[in-house]
């Protein structure tokens, strides 16, 4: 039978798991035999013994558990030689399938490593989004959950009530809520702090957005002109901006941060460092005791100030939390989602007959997260640079 291995993960900061007890006997009613490294769902509330009932083998080392694997599921990108105690990716067997968040992109040299180990790897986060794979978009589970888990994390560090509270000693003001990017991410943060009795706004250059906003209940605040009704990508993606459109929309959305008790910031480019939208003015003109939730702290923050993986409090008294990984600060929930998104694309890649994966080079999903194939980078955003 195929051997699928569910690894834990080792990167700093990492909490999520790649399978769960309920896709793990999915997957066996598949015909594949699951093996799961020993701890691996330990830090998404998941023990050893919960994959055991569900008729996975756990391994005692990430050795163990890779021995005659043919496909491998990982959150994050396997350690390589130098990066842990454990060479990840020197223990994965030639010809295996690897199936994770790589971050291809913003680490093109992983690809190379990848194609000289002879693995035939799928980056996720490069998912096509499209209507066919929306069940299988990574990027969109764990940004729905980082929205959510944002605007929690900041009611927690706001010093004052996020809905109106009417009391006999007087009466406590609605906290005034901006969000920058209303992807994913933004939109459900909008409509969190909307469920906490917030007043919220928002802003994107991307044109669909306007309507996104508004039909949460929030308002919208940008710059519309025709930069901004070319700011999508084909894929769906927000696509960088000019630097003049970034003057402009600084100069709109100044006066809305000023305003704000609580601004999240969510805005991402795909494999390119965050875009710098709260500058360092713009964070000095809010008031004492407001705060800044960074959610791109990952790839550098979208505010001039934040800094990755702490909680920074400026001179004039605001809060910005700039941690990283945010789907992971909620870990049970975000490995619940992942972990139904990477079986969902295995299991519709599935051949019944042969009991193993086809993953057909012409199919546009799987062109779109394919790196390697045949020790050699396939996919088109790298395979020049390789």
Not at 42 to 64: H, K, N, T
Not at 113 to 134: D, F, H, K, V
Not at 297 to 313: H, M
Request: charged content about 20%.
């Amino acid at each position: 039978m195929m051997r699928l291995a569910v690894l834990k993960e080792r990167r700093a900061g990492e909490t999520r798991v790649a399978a769960t007890p309920e896709t793990a006997k999915k997957f066996i009613g598949l015909g594949i035999d699951v093996v799961v490294e020993s701890g691996a769902g330990l830090a998404s509330g998941l023990p050893d013994d919960a994959y055991r009932e569900a008729g996975a083998e756990i391994a005692a080392d990430a050795a163990a558990a890779l021995a005659g694997a043919r496909i491998v599921l990982k959150v994050r990108a396997p350690l390589a030689h130098g990066e842990g105690e454990v060479d990840e990716l020197a223990l994965i067997p030639r010809g295996a399938l690897l199936i994770g968040t790589l971050e291809a992109l913003s680490n093109p040299n992983r690809a190379k490593l990848y194609a000289e180990a002879g693995i035939e790897a799928c980056s996720m986060e490069l998912l096509p989004r499209i209507t066919r794979a929306q069940s299988m978009d990574v990027l969109s589970s764990q940004a729905n959950l980082a929205g959510y888990r944002a605007v929690i994390e900041g009611a927690t560090a706001f010093d004052k009530g996020f809905p109106m509270l009417m009391t006999a000693a007087g009466t406590i003001p609605a906290a005034n809520v901006f969000i920058m990017g209303a992807g994913v991410a933004g939109l459900q943060a909008i409509a969190t702090a909307r469920r906490l009795g917030g007043r919220v706004s928002a802003t994107d250059v991307r044109p669909a957005a306007k309507e996104e906003i508004k039909s949460l209940g929030a308002a919208f605040v940008g710059v519309e002109d025709a930069e901004m009704a070319q700011a999508q990508t084909a894929g769906g993606y927000a696509k960088e901006m000019s630097d003049d459109y970034k003057r402009r929309q600084a100069e709109v959305i100044a006066a809305a941060v000023a305003k704000a008790d609580v601004v999240v910031c969510t805005a991402l480019v795909q494999g390119r460092k965050a875009p710098t939208l709260l500058t360092e003015a713009m964070v000095a003109s809010m008031k004492p005791g407001s705060v800044v939730v960074d959610i791109a702290a990952d790839a550098g923050g979208n505010c001039a100030l934040t800094v990755p993986g702490e909680l920074t409090v400026t001179d004039g008294g605001v809060k910005i939390l700039g941690w990283q990984n945010w789907p992971g600060r909620i870990p049970a929930a975000a490995s619940s989602l992942y972990a139904r998104n990477l079986l969902t694309f295995l299991s519709t890649f599935w051949d019944k007959d042969a009991k193993a994966p086809k993953l057909d080079p012409a199919d546009e999903i799987v062109r779109g997260v394919t790196l390697t194939r045949d020790g050699a980078v396939v996919h088109a955003q790298l395979a020049t640079a390789a």
